[in-house]
């Protein structure tokens, strides 16, 4: 292919223990799927469908990488989330048959710039700013499930510095991944390479420069990134 500009091509995530990689097309985030996430966030979980955002996907921030501190912001947050990684795509794709859909899993980390989200929810604009900047979206290996299985349980977790901050279980997802699939095939063209962050339990809060995030989910696998 001839392009006109610079193209640095597809972004893509490392398949664990394959040498092999994945390619990303979109990457879909559920918000508020933990009920004391919600909770924290000042919301009612019990009265609230799900609903989704996106970021790009060359926000991706490969495990090990150091997280540069962004701009424009003085309050980042953390938020650690299982990540499902579509092999197959669909339109209003049936809950029974949404697992058919997955290549595998992998940890990620939803990075906030907390205070610029508060300004746009205040103003009834959209969260790009808070939720989509460079970098936002750390993420480790992607296992396969065929290897993994389809975990409905397990630990959940994030420690900095070695203290830990998040800790919750995937049963405790308002909407679980078939669920989540099901739903949002409903509002969007699912497509192989599609990334969805599932949401993350409570316990999010700030990070600071020198940092060292660690967090994990039992099953999947772990994620650890320098904040810089």
Do not use: C
Request: proline share 8%; aromatic share 8%.
């Amino acid at each position: 292919m001839d392009y006109v500009i610079p193209f640095e091509g597809v972004t893509t995530v490392e398949v664990k223990g394959t040498g092999q990689r994945f390619p990303v097309r979109r990457i879909y985030l559920v918000g508020r799927n933990y009920a004391e996430h919600a909770r924290e966030m000042g919301h009612d979980p019990d009265r609230e469908p799900p609903f989704f955002f996106q970021k790009p996907a060359d926000v991706l921030l490969p495990s090990g990488s150091d997280f540069p501190y962004p701009s424009r912001s003085s309050d980042v947050h953390h938020e650690i989330e299982l990540v499902v990684a579509l092999g197959k795509g669909g339109s209003d794709i049936d809950e029974s048959a949404a697992l058919d859909h997955v290549y595998g899993y992998a940890v990620g980390i939803d990075m906030t710039r907390r205070d610029l989200q508060g300004e746009a929810k205040k103003m009834g604009r959209p969260w790009e700013v808070g939720k989509a900047f460079e970098h936002s979206a750390p993420i480790g290996p992607i296992i396969p499930a065929a290897e993994s299985g389809h975990p409905d349980k397990g630990r959940v977790w994030l420690e900095i510095n070695g203290d830990l901050r998040q800790e919750g279980d995937l049963a405790q997802l308002i909407w679980n991944v078939p669920e989540t699939i099901a739903i949002l095939s409903g509002l969007f063209t699912l497509a192989p390479g599609d990334l969805i962050f599932t949401g993350t339990p409570a316990g999010v809060g700030p990070v600071q420069r020198g940092d060292r995030i660690k967090g994990g989910v039992e099953g999947i696998g772990e994620i650890e990134i320098k904040v810089v």
